[in-house]
């Protein structure tokens, strides 16, 4: 049997960047609804787009609303894995500030998501 294709999708920007935030996400939903298995890993500012309420007030222009994605890609069964040490430096914590399906990490875990995905974006 085949081994299924998989990808991880770096996210390094926050909210205040709508179009960088919310590609990641139309990514995912476009790999996820063609059987690729993703995760996506949150880190610098990228943590913030992870906040709970956030995605609410992302709205890019040409794309749907950003909130409306990240339920798309929950549903489809996306991961998010977020960096330990970004939380940190922005004051956030885990589970109270994140979304619930979010995953804190260390850097090991995401080598190893990277090294095993048969492709990588970042945005």
């Given at each position: 049997m085949a081994t299924p294709e998989s990808m991880v999708i770096v996210v390094t920007h926050g909210p205040e960047?709508?179009?960088m935030a919310t590609i990641p996400f139309v990514m995912?939903?476009?790999?996820?609804?063609?059987?690729?298995?993703?995760c996506m890993a949150f880190q610098?500012?990228?943590?913030n787009v992870i906040r709970k309420g956030a995605?609410?007030?992302?709205?890019?222009?040409?794309?749907?609303p950003l909130a409306e994605l990240m339920a798309t890609v929950v549903e489809l069964g996306c991961e998010f894995l977020i960096c330990a040490p970004c939380l940190e430096g922005r004051g956030l914590k885990?589970?109270?500030d994140l979304v619930p399906q979010s995953e804190v990490i260390g850097a090991a875990r995401l080598i190893a998501e990277v090294t095993s995905a048969t492709a990588?974006?970042?945005?």
């Open positions: 960047h709508e179009e995912a939903a476009a790999a996820l609804v063609s059987e690729v298995e993703v610098g500012d990228g943590v995605a609410e007030q992302v709205n890019a222009k040409g794309f749907p885990a589970p109270d990588t974006l970042t945005y």
